[in-house]
């Protein structure tokens, strides 16, 4: 409808101005509808992986939102026996079918419950059992909040040396160099980077790192097991995709002495080539931030974020036994390769903030076994002899690192 005003006919004007008021109110009224709806973050899942001393758990959120969270002490008054954690999501919702109780019952944690608790604010309560300490932490894209709770009874220990150290080690008289090591580091997992709809970093000529990784972390398992009478734990088994705060979950949970995490380089340089070791740890080198984010799956800017969150984490965290296990395993890294490949490059060991070390309790290294971005080293990488000699390499240095604190006595 078009409105043409008239002097001679006054009533289109008043219908013109009739349908301006209503229009003008729809207007309104649907943008005060936007802005109302549009901040508020959707809390679309709840996780945990847990053992008696250790329980991680996970909300899943599609947008970042602010939190906090409470430790309330036990209430005489509530006739229950536990305390409670609770982290109030601000600018948050519930998404529909999530679980709002979800029992635990791990001797540390007894049910996590989600509740909306007022229009703006979901909360999500830990009732505890025997919690010890918690730290809670963000990861980014998508945005989650991590809560890693350890708890008193058999508390967590701090690194793998203190693991076997509550364990009732046995007589080793008699005993093999093989069934020696493993008193000392009975659990190992193996990371295979990346999985499924991830394919990691991929060749320019078509190899994909989540294939290599699989490979190298089976064979690393196989290799193991000659060695050491120890269990060997993978993330994954199989071409699936497992969530980094996941692996790290897996680790704890199954009390591991030991953690590796396997991946292969890429970078936009074609020259870039070598192999590196990674520890967690705050990083002032661009490359290694680079490689972090990469692997992070996320921006610079979210690792670098990242740093600045857990700068307290990560600091207070005894990372001797992870840089020693670095530097073993990195330096028969690169002599195996050395000793049957030329132009073999050696990157050194690097500390960078990576996603999935973050909150391990136990000696944990990232190894970038090659550059899938390099020509030479993709049609390596596709060959089974040099994927063995990278996995004796790794091998080597890990038994190494284990007779090493089992000569000084430190287990
Ligand atoms: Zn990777």
Redesign the pocket.
């Known amino acids: 409808m078009i409105c043409r005003p008239s002097d001679n006919n006054p009533a289109p004007r008043r219908w013109c101005l009739l349908l301006f008021i209503a229009a003008l109110s729809l207007c309104v009224s649907a943008a005060a509808g936007r802005a109302y709806a549009a901040p508020r973050a959707v809390v679309k899942e709840i996780r945990h992986w847990s053992n008696p001393s250790y329980t991680r758990v996970v909300i899943s959120l599609d947008r970042k939102a602010a939190y906090a969270p409470h430790l309330l002490k036990k209430d005489p008054k509530i006739n229950k026996p536990w305390r409670r954690l609770y982290i109030d999501i601000k600018g948050a919702r519930l998404g529909p079918g999530i679980h709002r109780a979800i029992h635990i019952d791990d001797g540390l944690l007894k049910k996590a419950r989600a509740g909306q608790y007022d229009r703006d604010t979901v909360r999500v309560v830990l009732d505890t059992e025997s919690i010890e300490d918690y730290k809670i932490f963000p990861l980014s894209d998508p945005f989650r909040i991590v809560i890693d709770v350890t708890g008193g009874k058999g508390a967590l220990p701090a690194a793998g040396r203190a693991s076997t150290a509550k364990k009732p080690v046995p007589s080793t008289e008699g005993a093999s160099l093989r069934e020696q090591l493993g008193l000392k580091v009975r659990t190992i997992v193996i990371d295979a980077?990346?999985g499924g709809r991830d394919p990691?970093?991929v060749g320019k000529r078509g190899l994909k790192?989540k294939t290599v990784?699989l490979k190298i972390a089976r064979m690393l398992k196989a290799r193991l097991k000659k060695d050491l009478d120890a269990k060997i734990i993978l993330t994954r088994k199989t071409d699936v995709y497992i969530p980094l705060e996941e692996r790290t979950a897996i680790a704890n949970s199954r009390d591991a002495d030991l953690f590796i995490s396997i991946?292969?380089?890429?970078s936009p340089r074609r020259a870039a080539s070598g192999v590196e070791t990674y520890i967690l740890n705050i990083s002032n080198n661009d490359e290694a931030k680079r490689v972090a984010a990469?692997?992070n799956a996320t921006s610079t800017r979210s690792a670098s974020d990242l740093e600045y969150i857990l700068s307290d984490l990560i600091k207070t965290v005894n990372n001797n036994d992870s840089a020693r296990l670095a530097e073993s395993v990195h330096g028969r890294l690169v002599s195996s390769l050395k000793s049957r490949y030329s132009k073999i490059r050696s990157n050194g060991v690097k500390g960078a903030p990576f996603y999935v070390l973050v909150g391990t309790k136990m000696p944990s290294i990232l190894v970038?076994a090659s550059f899938i971005s390099n020509p030479r080293e993709e049609r390596r990488l596709r060959d089974q002899r040099y994927l063995r000699t990278v996995v004796d390499g790794i091998a080597e240095g890990v038994i190494r690192y284990i007779k090493q604190i089992n000569d000084q006595g430190v287990v």
């Open positions: 980077g990346h990691g970093a790192e990784t991946h292969i380089n890429s990469r692997e970038e």
